[in-house]
């Protein structure tokens, strides 16, 4: 069954294998992605990147697609998650909506249940003021009077209106209150959603005479609005924001997610700007990878949202370089999440809003494009304007510098890293070993910090770190085989084992023992976890022979529908993989030939054991000539050389494919 955050079990078992038998791949991507069938699978285009010769495959047999363009992979319920920007949970409710499956429940505590109860109020109660300030807005003569000409004077087109659900709330006491109470609508829920507010003791409207903008989620749900002042007011402020409560969270949000995440998608750019009519703005000119973060400094998580769809953030600012300063010290952070971050200073007196209208969009994306600027070398340039000839300040730039250039720490990056100590050298004046060697003190620092924590959480050393002996083996077996050796395969012998016990496990194996294939895998002489290196071929075995020793052998679909999204995708991946090159590995390192294919599984199976055994044994010939190369005492020297006979001789039975024959 599933686990929500909340660490309770909610969607019941019962419930996702209704889902799950229910599922068609085809139908479910058909739904989002024009599909023509081409022998026994189906073809189009790609919805996760822009292409016009179609490279995106959906294989009904094997429930998975396949885009051989930009890689993209997985199931169903992955494919779900991906194009709408779900979770799990979300996934599993939409399919279970689609196949008309009631969702069971187990039993939650009490306080959950309250809260989602609650949640569930305040969503529905947003639903119905979104619908009432849209009416308002196109029906009533106030809403098209004010309202409408409002946003028809920002130039916004009845098609952009209703497609940000935009609505007016009339400039009266309490019709909106009256009309939500007299539906049977919750005071106290209103109030906490800030639709509604007391006033001398009695319920009022909170954004009467204002315009109001929906804030979407991911899945296009209602958390809150905006709501702006349409006549000039010294006492009440311009913006008025839904109060943070259970489904509200400020920090967590930016607006225009749900209408910019495919754009974002394709695009794999997302432009960030500051207020709403921005977003409406250069959705309606064509620009649609953008969201607003509504005035506020960017939060971790704000900029995590954003890496769900894409590494590159691009930040259009209307306000000059020193108006911006205060805006770049935030936006380290941008830095340690592993996004690319470049700035955009628009003209003077320009905003998104107005510059897009007076260009349109096309020389509005030039613009953008031609005047990115990175955004440490950025900060590095105003910076240096503000501290001018002053040594202390210089000083202290040099260090903040040094500082987010250490936050560049992931290993694909190495390269950018080291481009910025060098750029950022040369416009410092200073000498680039020493920037080296302070970026590299305030990485120090922060792995002393971080090992500390550790340390602190995990008293005790992880179980599979390496010892001494174990790393002297690895660097002795590359000597002996090279860097393409036993010890650092390409992983596909041990994927085919997992793909063999996918798809042939509950087969028979020898009609004698009437057991099955995955019986003879989990009775080796050996057990996986010493003939296995991956981790990630570890993890699913070790789930699989979990569901084994129950007494029953998993089925395919268990896998790959998997909550954990990473490991249904590794299944979809050593599924779809059509060729585990065994017979190149064993003809040329042992000189032994295989069969492949459904109708020779017993072979595949025996073949791909033998060869994990084999590595295995040659492995154990390697750390006995190791341990023999340091003994001194006959004994044990004889022990050794009994050993190492004993194993050659095991390795020449492999080699030579003795017992590898089962029906004769």
Request: with cysteine; glycine share 6%; net charge negative.
């Amino acid at each position: 069954m599933f686990v929500d955050v909340f660490g309770k079990n909610v969607i019941s078992q019962n419930t996702i294998q209704q889902i799950l038998s229910r599922i068609d791949i085809v139908e479910i991507v058909g739904s989002f992605v024009k599909l023509k069938k081409r022998g026994a699978n189906y073809l189009g285009n790609c919805p996760f990147h822009n292409e016009k010769t179609p490279s995106f495959t959906v294989s009904p047999s094997k429930e998975i697609y396949k885009c051989f363009g930009c890689g993209a992979s997985g199931n169903a319920i992955s494919f779900v998650m991906e194009h709408e920007k779900y979770s799990y949970v979300e996934a599993l409710r939409w399919l279970a909506q689609k196949y008309q499956i009631d969702v069971e429940e187990t039993e939650v505590s009490p306080e959950l249940r309250q809260y989602q109860q609650l949640a569930d109020s305040l969503y529905i109660i947003n639903g119905f003021a979104k619908e009432y300030f849209t009416d308002t807005l196109f029906h009533s003569e106030e809403g098209q009077n004010v309202g409408l000409s409002y946003f028809e004077e920002r130039g916004f087109t009845e098609e952009t209106i209703r497609k940000f659900q935009l609505g007016y709330c009339l400039n009266t006491r309490d019709s909106f209150v009256k009309t939500a109470t007299a539906k049977g609508y919750n005071l106290e829920y209103l109030q906490k959603t800030g639709l509604v507010t007391i006033r001398n003791e009695q319920p009022a409207d909170n954004y009467r005479g204002r315009v109001i903008f929906p804030i979407h989620n991911q899945s296009g749900k209602v958390l809150g609005f905006g709501a702006r002042i349409l006549v000039k007011s010294d006492k009440a402020p311009k913006y008025i924001n839904s109060p943070e409560n259970e489904i509200y969270v400020k920090s967590r949000v930016l607006y225009g997610t749900y209408f910019a995440r495919h754009a974002i998608d394709k695009l794999n750019e997302c432009l960030l700007v500051e207020g709403y009519t921005d977003v409406i703005s250069l959705h309606q000119a064509g620009v649609e990878n953008v969201v607003a973060s509504s005035g506020t400094s960017l939060t971790q998580d704000q900029l995590r949202l954003i890496k769900k769809y894409t590494n590159n953030l691009t930040i259009i600012y209307d306000g000059d370089a020193a108006g911006v300063k205060a805006a770049l010290r935030g936006l380290d952070m941008a830095i340690e999440e592993g996004l690319n971050v470049k700035l955009v200073l628009l003209p003077e007196k320009e905003d998104p809003d107005s510059y897009v209208q007076r260009i349109g969009a096309t020389a509005f994306r030039e613009f953008i494009e031609e005047n990115k600027k990175d955004f440490v070398l950025f900060k590095l340039e105003i910076s240096l304007r503000d501290a001018g000839n002053d040594s202390v300040k210089k000083s202290q730039l040099v260090n903040e510098i040094a500082e987010t250039i250490s936050k560049i720490d992931k290993a694909e990056d190495f390269t950018r890293q080291q481009d910025y100590i060098r750029q950022c050298s040369q416009l410092l004046k200073i000498d680039e070993q020493g920037l080296i060697t302070l970026v590299n003190k305030y990485i120090r620092e922060r792995l002393v910090k971080r090992e500390q924590q550790y340390n602190k959480n995990n008293p005790a050393p992880p179980d599979d770190a390496l010892s001494d002996e174990a790393i002297a083996a690895m660097e002795a077996a590359e000597a002996a085989y090279g860097s393409d050796n036993l010890f650092n395969p390409d992983e596909k012998q041990e994927r085919e084992l997992v793909k063999i016990l996918l798809r042939f496990g509950d087969r028979p194996f020898s009609e004698e023992a009437q057991n099955t294939v995955a019986d003879y895998v989990f009775h080796l002489p050996y057990d996986f976890e010493s003939l296995v290196d991956s981790e990630l071929v570890k993890r699913i075995l070790r789930e699989y022979k979990r569901i084994y020793d129950e007494g029953t052998i998993p089925d395919k679909k268990q896998f790959l529908y998997h909550e954990d999204q990473d490991l249904a995708k590794s299944i979809a991946l050593i599924i779809e993989d059509k060729e585990a090159d065994l017979s190149v590995n064993w003809k040329e390192r042992f000189e032994i030939d295989t069969v492949y294919g459904d109708v020779a599984y017993l072979k595949d199976t025996i073949s791909t054991s033998n060869y994990l055994i084999l590595r295995k044994i040659k492995k154990m010939i390697i750390e006995n000539q190791q341990e023999a190369a340091t003994l001194s005492d006959i004994e044990e020297l004889k022990r050794c050389m009994e050993l190492h006979q004993h194993l050659k001789q095991l390795e020449k039975e492999l080699t030579q494919g003795l017992g590898t024959v089962i029906f004769k």
